[in-house]
C-alpha cells in the first residue's frame, strides 16, 4: 500500500508570494492533517480535514489554508509568504481519529522563503 | 510550559546498549501517547502508540506511560546503528482529536555508536 504523498519536496519562494501544497493519503483515509515543523518550536498543527471538511484548525494566521477534495487528497496554501514560513510541511492521514487511527506522515515539502 | 516536554539531545549510546527516551506532559486531560522516529529529510514513522498505563511491546521497543506522574518512556534493546534518529513523543485526547490536534514534543536526536 502507497504511503502518504507530498508534492513538491522543495519549493524557494520570495517574500509575498503564495504557495500551495498537495497532499495524497494513504488509500482509504479520510482523515488528513498538516503540520509545520521547525527547529525552534518543533511539530505544530495547521489543520485537519476530514470527509472535505475542516475539523480542526490550530493556532496560525488566516494566511494558511487548506482544503480536501472528495477522493480525499488535500491541499494548503500560504499567502502573502514571509521568511518565517520556512519551513518543512508535512501531511499525515488516518482513517479516522482516536486511538485506533494513528496518523501516518509524508515525508515533507521543505519551503523555503527568500 | 509546552504541553510535553523532550530532552532534545543528543543522546550517543554504543551499539548493543539499551536506549532509554523520555518525555512529560503537563495536562492530564491527555490520554493517547505516541512515539514516532524521524530520519534525517524524512517525515515522522510511527513507533507505537499507547492509550494505557503499562508497557506496551513491539519486537525490540518498549513504550511504558506512568499517568500518576505524567512520564512516558521508549526503551529500545540491543541498539543498533540504524535506530540513530530523532524520536518524537506524542499525545492527544481520547475523544475527537481536540482543537490542537496530536503535541509533539521537540524531540531528541539519538546516535547509536557503532
Known amino acids: 500500500k502507497a504511503g502518504v504523498t507530498q508534492t513538491p519536496r522543495y519549493l524557494i519562494k520570495t517574500r509575498g508570494q503564495q504557495v500551495t501544497l498537495s497532499c495524497s493519503p494513504i488509500?482509504?483515509?479520510?482523515?488528513v492533517s498538516w503540520y509545520q515543523q521547525t527547529p525552534g518550536q518543533g511539530l505544530q498543527f495547521l489543520f485537519e480535514?476530514?470527509?472535505?471538511?475542516q475539523r480542526n484548525k490550530g493556532n496560525f494566521p488566516g494566511r494558511f489554508s487548506g482544503r480536501q477534495f472528495s477522493n480525499s487528497r488535500s491541499e494548503m496554501n500560504v499567502s502573502t509568504l514571509e521568511l518565517g514560513d520556512s519551513a518543512l510541511y508535512l501531511c499525515?492521514?488516518?482513517w479516522g481519529q482516536g486511538a485506533d487511527s494513528p496518523l501516518h506522515f509524508g515525508n515533507g515539502t521543505r519551503l523555503t522563503v527568500t | 510550559q509546552k504541553e510535553v516536554e523532550q530532552d532534545p539531545g543528543p543522546l550517543s549510546v554504543p551499539e548493543g546498549a539499551i536506549v532509554s527516551l523520555n518525555c512529560t506532559y503537563s495536562?492530564?486531560?491527555?490520554?493517547?501517547f505516541m512515539w514516532y522516529r524521524q530520519y534525517s529529510r524524512k517525515g515522522p514513522e510511527l513507533l507505537m502508540y499507547?492509550?494505557?498505563?503499562g508497557n506496551k511491546e513491539d519486537g525490540r521497543f518498549t513504550a511504558q506511560v506512568d499517568k500518576s506522574s505524567k512520564y512516558i518512556s521508549l526503551f529500545i534493546r540491543d541498539s543498533q546503528p540504524s535506530d540513530s534518529a530523532t524520536y518524537l513523543c506524542?499525545?492527544?485526547?481520547?475523544?475527537?482529536?481536540?482543537?490542537?490536534?496530536?503535541?509533539f514534543g521537540k524531540g531528541t536526536h539519538l546516535i547509536i555508536q557503532p
Open positions: 480535514y476530514f470527509s472535505e471538511t
Open positions: 499507547t492509550y494505557s498505563s
Open positions: 506524542a499525545k492527544d485526547a481520547l475523544e475527537g482529536g481536540g482543537a490542537d490536534g496530536l503535541t
Open positions: 499525515a492521514s488516518s
Open positions: 488509500s482509504g483515509h479520510r482523515s
Open positions: 495536562n492530564s486531560a491527555f490520554q493517547y
